[in-house]
T-cell receptor, first 112, second 108 residues
Framework: SQTIHQWPATLVQPVGSPLSLECTVE??????LYWYRQAAGRGLQLLFY??????ISSEVPQNLSASRPQDRQFILSSKKLLLSDSGFYLC???????????FGSGTQLSVL | RKEVEQDPGPFNVPEGATVAFNCTYS??????FFWYRQDCRKEPKLLMS???SGNEDGRFTAQLNRASQYISLLIRDSKLSDSATYLC?????????FGKGTSLLVTP
C-alpha cells in the first residue's frame, strides 16, 4: 500500500531563518506531488505541484521554492522566512493529475 | 469569484439529525468532484467522490448538479464522531481546488 511521510510535525522558526520541509511517498512510482498551505481560518492553497523529477510548477508568487530531486521526494524550502509564512503545510500525492489526493500528516509552522 | 464556495457554518446539530452541506464551483470544465473531511489540526482525508448520478456511502449521500455547478453532501443519523470540517473539492485539470470548508458540530 502507498504511504506518505512528512516531517517535522511542528516547527517554530524565527523570521529570516531558512526552511526545509521534506516529504516522501512509498509504494508507488511517478506520483504527482503537491505542496499546499492552510493558514489559520483559511482554505487550502496550492503552492507547488510536480509531475516528475525536476518538474515544478508554482501557483503563487512567494518566497518559497520546491524541488523534486527523486521520484518520490518533494522538498519545500525558503531562504528567509516571513511572518506570513506561518501556517499548516501539507504534502500530497495523486496517481494522476486532477485525481483525488492523499495527504501527509502536515507540518504546523510558526514563524516568530 | 472564488473557484469553490461553501457556507462556513458552523452547523450545530443534535445526534441523529440529518444535515446537508452545499457547495458551488465556478469552473464549468471541472470533471472530478470530491468531499474531504478534516479534523482539527489534522490532514484532510477523502470522504467520497461525487458523481453526476449521485452516490451513497452508508449514511453519506453526495449529489452533483453540473448545470447549476452545485454539489451537496447529506449526512443522515449524525454521530458525535461526524464532528469535523467538510471540504468541497473540485479538480482544475492538474490539481484540486479546495473550498474553505463547512464546520459541523454534532452534540449529544
Amino acid at each position: 500500500s502507498q504511504t506518505i511521510h512528512q516531517w517535522p510535525a511542528t516547527l517554530v522558526q524565527p523570521v529570516g531563518s531558512p526552511l526545509s520541509l521534506e516529504c516522501t511517498v512509498e509504494g508507488t512510482s511517478n506520483p504527482n506531488l503537491y505542496w499546499y498551505r492552510q493558514a489559520a481560518g483559511r482554505g487550502l492553497q496550492l503552492l507547488f505541484y510536480s509531475v516528475g523529477i525536476g518538474q515544478i510548477s508554482s501557483e503563487v508568487p512567494q518566497n518559497l521554492s520546491a524541488s523534486r530531486p527523486q521520484d518520490r521526494q518533494f522538498i519545500l524550502s525558503s531562504k528567509k522566512l516571513l511572518l506570513s509564512d506561518s501556517g499548516f503545510y501539507l504534502c500530497a500525492w495523486s496517481r494522476r493529475q486532477g485525481g483525488w489526493v492523499f495527504f501527509g500528516s502536515g507540518t504546523q509552522l510558526s514563524v516568530l | 469569484r472564488k473557484e469553490v464556495e461553501q457556507d462556513p457554518g458552523p452547523f450545530n446539530v443534535p445526534e441523529g439529525a440529518t444535515v446537508a452541506f452545499n457547495c458551488t464551483y465556478s469552473n464549468s470544465a471541472s470533471q472530478s468532484f470530491f468531499w474531504y473531511r478534516q479534523d482539527c489540526r489534522k490532514e484532510p482525508k477523502l470522504l467520497m467522490s461525487v458523481y453526476s448520478s449521485g452516490n451513497e456511502d452508508g449514511r453519506f449521500t453526495a449529489q452533483l448538479n453540473r448545470a447549476s455547478q452545485y454539489i451537496s453532501l447529506l449526512i443522515r443519523d449524525s454521530k458525535l464522531s461526524d464532528s469535523a470540517t467538510y471540504l468541497c473539492v473540485v479538480n482544475s485539470g492538474y490539481a484540486l481546488n479546495f473550498g474553505k470548508g463547512t464546520s459541523l458540530l454534532v452534540t449529544p
